[in-house]
């Protein structure tokens, strides 16, 4: 008769050894060839997916080519571009993107090069020059509304009615109103006057969660991700998911229904008749409407969902992670005041003072909206030198993507002393005008993959910082303050605390 009791100190045995073997056979048979083409990186990368502390220890880069986990490698060469990211280079993205799909695939995370050709054509359109220059009287009624907040709480500050007050300044944390920037303008160009649809649902706070969950989800193996979303902390996540599409659902379902929202724009926000075509309202949501394939076909209910949530949620977390980048902008120029008087300068020469009052500190409710003039006019700023260089260098620091997404180029910038030079780690704009920048600075991506909607976040980045910077000056908590980002599947601030107040230069 066999014996069942097995000893307790088996299973563990095996249960490691399991492991062990996990581990150890494809470092041994070097399936990918990467210890065979003797790649450098941390010791540990060439067995285990968890990440190093350091890619450089010591501060030394081994070289352009880094291995950093058992089949990934991170590159720092501008020459890998084309290989990487170009038409025809049969490179595709892994089952990481699955993890993104809700409704169905979307431009984003579809896998299938011919579907993602025909989504592609559908879409990108809609993010002409031409078309983004329809969405901008949107984003800067956003930044009227944005200011409209801040007057109120730099009136309150110089009245000494803040606790936070102090130096004439407000001292708060700056990034979740750039957060909340960010959100009202998409969700407005997304789907129209979303705000009304979820002022009872943190959706900040859903975009967040959602992005966490399935980020951490792309990188488990296909079998087990059915089972984790019923893990606590999945859980949360994949609520956060079906509260997103459910979102997405009602605002198409109510555009089918009741057709575009009647809203005429203030008089002053006009924009060219020759653009407009005489509407006076158009957004994602409408352009999507209208997008054709080869065939002549729409898109169907579903599709059109899928695309419409896609760009909800693409556009808030990267324009929010943008305009986190306009908060790190905001702290790098309070960090360095020369950088910023000069910003401001060039501000104060090619955009006209507006004349207003500061608003009434004993208002209650939302404060009524400054002059339309408060929000600069993307004509007035596209093609200001030193604001395009703050912005470039915000963004060389502060890029979107945090971690090595499967398939793509991770740009490897901070550290990059032969492309930036000994002071690659400062921020330091005028290093844009002392050297030709050719494809080592790709903020948006490269190739058919490319961001399809970087022309409408180009613009909001140049409107909300020129808006913002001529109107206010911003000073650092404390002198040696650090600006700590969380970094996942993007790469986040975690808190902005400055001083904040308006301008005195007899502005509005």
């Known amino acids: 008769m066999l014996d069942y009791n097995i000893p307790a100190h088996y299973y563990v045995i095996g249960v490691f050894g399991t492991l062990a073997a996990y581990v150890f056979i494809p470092y041994l048979t070097d399936p990918h060839g990467l210890r065979r083409n003797t790649i450098a990186g941390p010791k540990l990368a060439a067995l285990s997916n968890v990440g190093s502390p350091t890619l450089h220890p010591g501060g030394q880069k081994p070289g352009k080519v880094v291995r950093i986990a058992p089949n990934h490698i991170s590159i720092a060469d501008p020459k890998a571009l084309e290989v990487v990211y170009a038409h025809g280079n049969g490179t595709l993205k892994t089952e990481f993107y699955d993890a993104f799909v809700s409704i169905r695939p979307g431009l984003f995370n579809t896998r299938d090069r011919a579907a993602h050709t025909r989504k592609r054509k559908l879409v990108s359109h809609i993010f002409s020059q031409q078309n983004v220059l329809l969405f901008e009287p949107h984003v ?19 009245a000494g009615e803040l606790p936070d007050a102090h130096n004439g300044k407000s001292w708060f944390d700056v990034l979740p109103h750039f957060n909340f920037l960010a959100f009202d303008i998409i969700g407005d160009l997304a789907f129209g006057l ?11 706070q859903v975009l967040n969660d959602r992005g966490d969950y399935s980020a951490s989800m792309g990188v488990l193996p296909m079998w087990i991700r059915p089972i984790m979303k019923y893990v606590p902390w999945f859980s949360r996540g994949n609520t956060a998911v079906q509260c997103l599409a459910g979102m997405a659902i009602a605002a198409v379902e109510r555009r089918l229904k009741f057709g575009l929202p009647d809203e005429p724009l203030e008089e002053e926000e006009e924009i060219d008749e020759k653009l407009s075509k005489g509407k006076k309202r158009t957004d994602l949501l409408e352009k999507l409407m209208q997008g054709k394939d080869e065939n002549g076909a ?108 499967p398939r793509l180029f991770r740009r490897d910038q901070l550290s990059n002393q032969e492309i930036w030079g000994d002071d690659a780690n400062d921020y330091r ?64 601030p975690l808190e902005c605390v400055l001083g904040v107040k308006r301008r005195d230069i007899n502005l509005p």
């Open 140 to 158: 800067r009624r956003h930044v009227r509304a944005f200011c409209a907040q801040w007057d109120m709480r730099c009136a309150r500050a110089t």
């Open 194 to 204: 979303l705000s009304a649809e979820v002022k009872y649902v943190p959706a900040v």
């Open 298 to 405: 729409p898109m169907g209910r579903e599709e059109l969902t899928a695309e419409a949530l896609t760009q909800l949620i693409a556009g808030s977390d990267t324009t929010s992670n943008s305009l986190s980048s306009s908060c790190a902008i905001a702290y790098y120029l309070a960090a360095n005041p020369e950088c910023q008087r000069k910003l401001q300068a060039e501000l104060d020469k090619n955009l006209k003072p507006v004349i207003s009052s500061p608003p009434s500190t004993s208002q209650s409710g939302i404060p009524p909206l400054p002059p339309s003039d408060v929000a600069a006019r993307f004509a007035d700023v596209k093609s200001l030198s030193y604001l395009q260089a703050c912005v470039n260098e915000g963004l060389r620091l502060h890029s979107t993507s945090g971690i090595g997404l």
């Open 429 to 492: 704009p005028e290093r844009w005008f002392e050297r030709e920048v050719g494809k080592e600075f790709n903020p948006f991506s490269f190739g058919p993959r490319a961001c399809v909607g970087r022309n409408l976040a180009s613009m909001e980045l140049l409107i909300i910082i020129a808006s913002v910077f001529h109107r206010y000056e911003f000073e650092l908590s404390q002198p040696n303050q650090k600006l700590y980002t969380r970094e996942g599947f993007l790469r986040k």
